[in-house]
């Protein structure tokens, strides 16, 4: 149980183009997802949090206009990346978790996008 | 606030020894902590948690962790380590009283030798 399923697992692209993500919940109901992107180095980086319904909230840093984040079902989000360039190219995940009824639920990864920017 | 340390970049030992990997953590309150296990070229997977009771948890692969409150640590742990157990492993924690956001730590990968 618990499968997060993301998609594309990899884009190669050219500057400037806009990039879309999807993100779904396959057997529970997502109410809270996050996005992350990973450097080569490992660390995760927090870009934004989302509720079903409500607008995403950002880390301090991350341009909401270029990263556009629409969680509008339970078990669907999505990230766009507009007008991306090489400096966008990373390795980015999302994670769905489940709060209904308890606060102590763990959260349920995507196997990741591989974005390069060309 | 809350945060995470993962103390080591990098855990070696042979197969068939014990493992440990480190975290120390930091709330406010009182602690959700969790183990999650990165295999290359894939997202994290959620190895076991500590919500509240016995300190030491069993999760997924044999693997289990100790909450010590006086150290606020959570030290991964394994009896008995297997090449297949290599990895990049996560500590995350997140304050109890904090629905949102977990705090994850910056990863060590643990390299399994036969």
């Known amino acids: 149980g618990a499968v997060v399923s993301q998609h594309p697992s990899r884009v190669i692209c050219k500057s400037g183009t806009s990039v879309k993500i999807e993100c779904r919940s396959l057997?529970?109901?997502?109410?809270?997802m996050f996005w992350y992107r990973q450097f080569p180095k490992q660390s995760l980086m927090l870009m934004a949090t989302?509720?079903?319904?409500?607008?995403?909230?950002?880390e301090q840093g991350v341009e909401k206009d270029k990263f556009l984040i629409n969680h509008a079902s339970l078990t669907l989000s999505t990230l766009t990346v507009t007008s991306a360039h090489p400096e966008d190219s990373s390795f980015y995940i999302c994670?769905?978790?489940?709060?209904?009824?308890?606060?102590?639920?763990?959260?349920?990864f995507g196997d990741g996008t591989r974005l390069s920017i060309l | 606030a809350q945060s995470v340390a993962q103390p080591e970049d990098q855990v070696n030992v042979a197969e068939g020894n014990p493992l440990t990997v480190k975290c120390t953590y930091s709330v406010s309150g009182n602690p959700y902590l969790f183990w999650y296990v990165q295999y290359p070229n894939r997202g994290l997977q959620f190895l076991l948690k500590?919500?509240?009771?016995?300190?030491l948890v069993k999760g997924s692969y044999g693997f289990e962790a100790e909450f010590n409150k006086s150290q606020t640590s959570f030290h991964l742990k394994k009896p008995s380590a297997l090449v297949s157990d290599s990895a990049l492993y996560f500590c995350a924690v997140r304050d109890r009283t904090n629905a949102g956001k977990s705090t994850f730590g910056d990863g060590t990968t643990l390299t399994v030798k036969p």
């Open positions: 500590y919500i509240t009771g016995d300190n």
């Open positions: 057997d529970f109901q997502a109410t809270t």
């Open positions: 994670s769905a978790r489940d709060d209904w009824g308890a606060s102590n639920q763990p959260q349920h």
């Open positions: 989302s509720n079903e319904g409500s607008k995403a909230t950002y």
